[in-house]
């Protein structure tokens, strides 16, 4: 069972930032949260990660909430090349766990 | 950054045919390596983990005995579907990991399967 509930489906403009919400009520301690994105028959394409602090880096920024039971992905300034599904996945630190994938969110990057 | 290659990307083959698709890590080692497979508008599916030098782990499921995993090296992992069917066309993915904590999962670009 996915541990995360997403929106089914987002559009965004060329241009404007992406704000690709993540539910994670049940979240534990010890689990990070992993944004991926699969580009249509294309594998899934990793994008970033975080425990507790805000991270980012050259494709996207996660914000995660101080009580960690939400996240948000931003793409700074979307392109139609970011046209995606993107996955919200919780994954326990210290392990080489498998990877568990909900049904995502399709995100619709328009002109 | 870490690039996982898949081959074929593509393949079409006869009922009963046995098929095999490599799974390699280019710029790391990767002791665990996982294979998914994905039926169209799904998400994708664990069907086996396959650690370096050991047997691979399946989930619930997924016959081991059709669907040979080996985990050869460091930087290679095979499946092979055997005696294939036409249920057996999918889109399957390979993903590795560098060392074994706290690192991504990074995939291969997909394997196209079609069982005519």
Known sequence: ?111 | GAVVSQHPSWVICKSGTSVKIECRSLDFQATTMFWYRQFPKQSLMLMATSNEGSKATYEQGVEKDKFLINHASLTLSTLTVTSAHPEDSSFYICSAIEGTQDQPQHFGDGTRLSIL
Not at chain 1, 33 to 52: A, D, E, M, N, T
Not at chain 1, 77 to 85: G, I, K, P, S, Y
């Open chain 1, 1 to 111: 069972d996915a541990k995360t509930t997403q929106p089914p489906s987002m559009d965004c403009a060329e241009g404007r930032a992406a704000n690709l919400p993540c539910n994670h009520s049940t979240i534990s301690g010890n689990e990070y949260v992993y944004w991926y994105r699969q580009i249509h028959s294309q594998g899934p394409q990793y994008i970033i990660h975080g425990l507790k602090n805000n991270e980012t880096n050259e494709m996207a920024s996660l914000i995660i909430t101080e009580d960690r039971k939400s996240s948000t992905l931003i793409l700074p300034h979307a392109t139609l090349r970011d046209t995606a599904v993107y996955y919200c996945i919780v994954y326990p630190t210290g392990t080489a766990s498998k990877l568990t994938f909900g049904t995502g969110t399709r995100l619709q990057v328009t002109l």
